[in-house]
């Protein structure tokens, strides 16, 4: 079975750092792309950054460019979130999600969430 | 501001059929990118439950489905039922976007 296990998250001061982690299994991440969506409390989701699968290649939304990094780790199965500079309109649930060639590139499996504040 | 708009909310009573539509642009659906639709219960993650606008994967129902036209997409729901109130989202590739994903602001199902 595919299953993606998210964590990391907690309560960051404005301007600090927090990283996040995807354990994945049922898959392998050298033929996945994978991609980290987030939502505010009571907002849409909103994609935020992926990594591709066989040669990866990272592509960020525009407000997150120059103070996120996405990375994989394909010997330990996981996919990771550096966040830094975090701002409070980066406080969101973040999901690590994987994107389905087979299906026209639907995210087709979804971990369960991490949250994110940022507060001081 | 989503890229893709959706009502906030539709309601139905149960058996009926409700429609929630996405509207999107040049640089996306009217592009000709798929469009992929999302359900997620309260406090749960999303679930994909069409892809391509119109295939359903494996487990959902075929009262569930979907479909695209120039720069709008629909997902219909028919036979309503008390366990579909949940937020639906719609999501496609914005050209214009370099390498965005870019997804509606999430429709409210109520069933009445």
């Known amino acids: 079975d595919v299953q993606l296990v998210d964590a990391g998250g907690g309560l960051v001061r404005p301007g600090g750092s927090r990283t996040l982690s995807c354990v994945v299994s049922g898959f392998s991440l050298n033929s996945s792309r994978m991609s980290w969506v987030r939502q505010a409390p009571g907002k849409g989701l909103e994609w935020v950054a992926c990594i591709s699968g066989s040669r990866g290649y990272m592509y960020y939304t525009e407000s997150v460019k120059g103070r996120f990094t996405i990375s994989r780790d394909s010997a330990k199965n996981s996919v990771s979130l550096h966040m830094s500079s975090l701002r409070a309109e980066d406080s969101a649930t973040y999901f690590c999600?994987?994107?389905?060639?087979?299906?026209?590139?639907?995210?087709?499996?979804w971990g369960q969430g991490t949250t994110v504040t940022v507060s001081s | 501001q989503s890229v893709l708009t959706q009502p906030p909310s539709v309601s139905g009573a149960p058996g009926q059929r409700v429609t929630i539509s996405c509207t999107g642009r040049?640089?996306?659906?009217?592009?000709?990118?798929?469009v992929h639709w999302y359900q997620q219960l309260p406090g749960k993650a999303p679930k994909l439950l069409i892809y391509g606008s119109k295939n359903r994967p494996s487990g959902v129902p075929d009262r569930f489905s979907g479909s695209k036209s120039g720069t709008s997409a629909s997902l219909v729901i028919t036979g309503l039922q008390a366990e579909d109130e949940a937020v639906y989202s719609c999501q496609s590739y914005d050209g214009a976007l370099n390498g965005n994903w870019v997804f509606g602001g999430g429709t409210k199902l109520i069933v009445l």
């Open positions: 999600v994987r994107e389905n060639a087979t299906a026209h590139g639907s995210f087709d499996a």
């Open positions: 040049t640089s996306n659906l009217g592009a000709g990118f798929d």
